[in-house]
């Protein structure tokens, strides 16, 4: 608890920090003299601000090389780095540090790339597959965090926002169609049962969700901060669940939606009763492939957690309890289960639609 | 000292450090843990025997562990995390050598997410019919193979990238022979989620290095560093090949997904006009899957985003300016992992759709 207390207090202090600084890309003009002290060594280096609203000034800064390289911005004439600048009262430059690489013409490529793979496998609905993933993104950056911020339930603003989400990718799949009305409700009974699902078993494990790393920032912004307002991290945790299982039921329910309207059309006399097991048929064979998609995403992102638990050799029954491990066992089963519980819905549903 | 620690937790987010980075900063529960050899126990609460001002004395049968049925006794301690403790409760409990002299630590969540794969395991079966039992099988094999094989051994010293190289083209043919059986559709299957999954890594293999990514901006490869320098007699080095791992174990699930759709397809058109020309085949192939693929796009960008949001959220603190984002070390591992992800799902379907072409054809 001590130690606990402690990190709030550090970070009570470090927002203070962060709020002063303005970032800026510099080039660096001049390595010069360095020293040397127990573990680390010095480089005074002269920087060109080449960007932001202290361009063209010249600063003279420190960059320090320690002993562990890994922790270090290892710098040549001409390389351009970040750097953050604390300012004083009046805007002027008060203090500027190293922070590190630059890496946004990198990521920017990689985007590109993406794009041209999805437009060259993808033809002309590679572009709508990208519309759908930005419309996505812009919803989830800026609608839900500010929600979430904002202090509406967490778990209710991520089902809209996901149900937002989930209208724009069917309407722009299926136009505005039955075909639509029958995703969109097999998609809701996907969501709401993630949510609800995950929200029951927080509760059975009795897990806060202040352990995860993130929550103590959060708590120490909702204590210092008025326009902080997250209280609830299970229900937070469970708006994560539904966030990541969406993709997986759109993707489900859309296969199953079309494959038994191209039954129904390809058969027209074909029984009420016959369509709906051959939609079940369909959800069964789209599972096989399914199962593992988010059950590997979840491994793959605590995967230097569990390397970390067995370096200190700590019991697989302690890390089994741990809220951490929990988390993410409960939200990788359950955004999987998500998608497998909106077969039936959806099946039936589809059934008696197109058969009325 | 204050001021010291501050400045140390302000660069987290950064590839530079003003302070020694070797710094005793973590107050992390990890930690406490590591320095002392402690057994553990979980056990159901009986009755509450005393009270004093620090602790509560708790009367603990032991129902998994060393002794098990033995009843003994445990302290909860009112500082820290609280347990809330009541008759009947299950709850994990460490002690040194004594086991009357043993502390409570956690709840005992066991029987929670035993009870959560249960659910799961009757739910996919009854949905997805019993013939899943096998596939679920070997994914949860696989999971398995990742923990207690995989992490052992990269520990040890060996390359954390050919490891998992052999261990995702382990994972991904087993489960592929299981949903498909062994048969042309799943071979092909099996060459196109490979050939994708090099070609994500190389994409990694050439885009990591290019951007300085060594993982050191994230918690757990800090852990890591620290404990396995501190803690372990074999510290660990291959960071960046770690990273490699983890882009392609959290890709290759996808990309299963796809490959298996395409194929079981084309397989189908083949089995309904046996004299298709490999051309036409292979053409039918790549149509299926554009619409397969368009649809999928959108998965892994909610995945990751929906696993990491309380994370996201919280650094929404620290990062307030596009430029501090976007040459943000975290920001770029996320973006590439859903990224580079995506495009092997992609080119999933023209490798599968060709070999199967070639398979399935005869001329």
């Known amino acids: 608890m001590k130690n606990f207390i402690l990190f709030l207090f550090i970070e009570l202090l470090l927002c203070q920090y962060i709020f002063a600084d303005v970032f800026s890309k510099a080039k660096v003009l001049k390595i010069g003299s360095s020293e040397i002290k127990k573990n680390v060594k010095i480089e005074n280096v002269s920087l060109e601000i080449i960007s932001g609203k202290h361009k063209n000034k010249i600063v003279d800064v420190k960059n320090y090389l320690w002993d562990e390289k890994n922790y270090n911005t290892q710098i040549k004439q001409n390389s351009v780095v970040v750097v953050a600048i604390a300012e004083n009262e009046c805007g002027e430059i008060e203090n500027v540090f190293i922070r590190g690489y630059v890496r946004d013409k990198f990521l920017l490529l990689t985007v590109l790339i993406f794009f041209a793979v999805l437009c060259s496998v993808c033809g002309w609905k590679g572009a709508r597959a990208f519309a759908s993933i930005f419309l996505n993104i812009f919803l989830l950056v800026k609608v839900l965090i500010p929600l979430i911020k904002d202090g509406y339930s967490p778990l209710i603003s991520c089902s809209a926002v996901a149900l937002i989400g989930a209208i724009i990718t069917i309407f722009l799949i299926f136009g505005f169609t039955k075909k639509s009305f029958v995703s969109l409700c097999g998609i809701t009974a996907g969501i709401l049962f993630a949510g609800i699902t995950t929200l029951i078993f927080l509760k059975l494990s009795k897990i806060s969700g202040i352990f995860l790393e993130g929550s103590r920032m959060i708590i120490t912004m909702v204590r210092t901060s008025d326009s902080w307002k997250i209280t609830d991290f299970a229900s937070l945790i469970a708006g994560g669940t539904v966030i990541a299982s969406l993709g997986a039921v759109i993707d489900v329910v859309v296969d199953v939606v079309s494959g038994m309207n191209s039954v129904s059309i390809s058969n027209p006399d074909i029984k009420k009763s016959d369509l709906i097991s051959s939609g079940l048929e369909i959800g069964r064979d789209v599972l096989g492939g399914m199962l593992g998609s988010l059950l590997f995403v979840f491994v793959s992102t605590s995967l230097v957690m569990i390397v970390v638990y067995t370096v200190l050799h700590v019991p697989f029954i302690r890390i089994i309890n741990w809220e951490f491990f929990s988390i993410v066992v409960i939200q990788a089963f359950i955004s999987s289960l998500a998608f497998v519980v909106s077969i039936p819905p959806t099946v039936y549903l589809m059934g008696f639609i197109s058969k009325n | ?363």
């Not at chain 2, 553990?40 to 562990?65: H, M, N, P, W």
């Not at chain 2, 043919?173 to 196109?192: H, L």
């Open chain 2, 1 to 363: 000292m204050v001021s010291l620690l501050v400045l140390s937790v302000n660069f987290i987010f950064a590839d530079s450090w003003p302070e020694p980075p070797e710094h005793d900063f973590y107050a992390h529960p990890l930690l406490e843990i590591s320095k002392s050899k402690d057994n553990y126990a979980v056990g159901k609460v009986i009755k509450v025997i005393k009270t004093d001002k620090q602790s509560d004395i708790l009367s603990v049968k032991i129902t998994f562990g060393a002794s098990r049925g033995q009843i003994a006794e445990a302290a909860n301690y009112r500082e820290g995390f609280l347990i809330d403790v009541r008759p009947g409760s299950r709850i994990l409990i460490s002690y040194k050598d004594n086991i009357n002299k043993a502390t409570v630590v956690d709840y005992d969540r066991t029987l929670s997410l035993a009870l959560l794969a249960f659910l799961f395991l009757l739910f996919v079966l009854i949905i997805g019919g019993l013939n899943k039992l096998g596939g679920l099988f070997t994914l949860f094999a696989g999971i398995v193979i990742i923990i207690f094989v995989y992490v052992p051994l990269i520990i040890h010293g060996y390359s954390p990238l050919v490891i998992s190289l052999f261990i995702v083209f382990f994972i991904t043919s087993t489960i592929i022979f299981f949903i498909g059986k062994f048969s042309r559709k799943s071979v092909s299957a099996i060459v196109g989620t490979l050939l994708s999954i090099i070609f994500v890594l190389i994409l990694g293999m050439i885009f990591y290095p290019l951007a300085n990514i060594n993982g050191f901006s994230l918690e757990p490869v800090q852990f890591l560093n620290y404990f396995s320098k501190n803690y372990s007699s074999q510290p660990f080095n291959n960071f960046q090949q770690l990273l490699f791992s983890v882009l392609i174990i959290g890709a290759c699930g996808v990309i299963i997904d796809v490959a298996v759709c395409v194929a079981s397809s084309m397989e189908q058109i083949v089995l309904k006009r046996s004299g298709i020309s490999r051309k036409e085949l292979i053409h039918y192939g790549m149509n299926v899957g554009r619409d397969i693929s368009s649809v999928v796009s959108n998965t892994l960008v909610l995945a990751y985003f929906g696993a990491e949001l309380v994370l996201i959220i919280s650094l929404t603190v620290s990062i307030r300016s596009l430029t501090n984002l976007f040459n943000n070390e975290w920001f770029f591992i996320v973006v590439f992992q859903t990224v580079a992800g995506s495009i092997g799902f992609l080119l999933a379907v023209p490798f599968t759709a060709i070999s199967s072409g070639y398979l399935m054809a005869k001329k």
